[in-house]
């Protein structure tokens, strides 16, 4: 039982101490430039579906569920992000 007690202290330490590397990269400029080009890549703004291509569509869902996991995680609003990426994205055309 003193194991699993351990291992589970340990867990969480660990995931407190990626959550903590995870807003230092991005709440610095560099990193909220990467986080906006994940979430432009990942479709988080934009639609997966690729007509006639489930394999296409199948591999951007992959990308989008990454990009939403990291943002999840970095506990980043999401609102606050999108409206970013949409302006990037705007100012592109």
């Known amino acids: 039982m003193l194991d ?40 988080v703004t934009s639609t997966t579906f690729v007509p006639g291509d489930p394999h296409m569509t199948a591999m951007n869902e992959g990308k989008r569920l990454l990009a939403l996991s990291i943002l999840r995680f970095v506990g980043t609003e999401h609102k606050k992000l999108i409206e970013q990426v949409e302006e990037t994205l705007t100012h592109e055309d």
């Open 4 to 43: 699993n007690v351990k291992r589970r202290f340990r867990d969480i330490k660990d995931r407190v101490l990626l959550h903590g590397s995870y807003r230092r990269i991005f709440d610095s400029p560099d990193g909220a430039r990467v986080l906006t080009h994940i979430m432009k890549v990942g479709h």
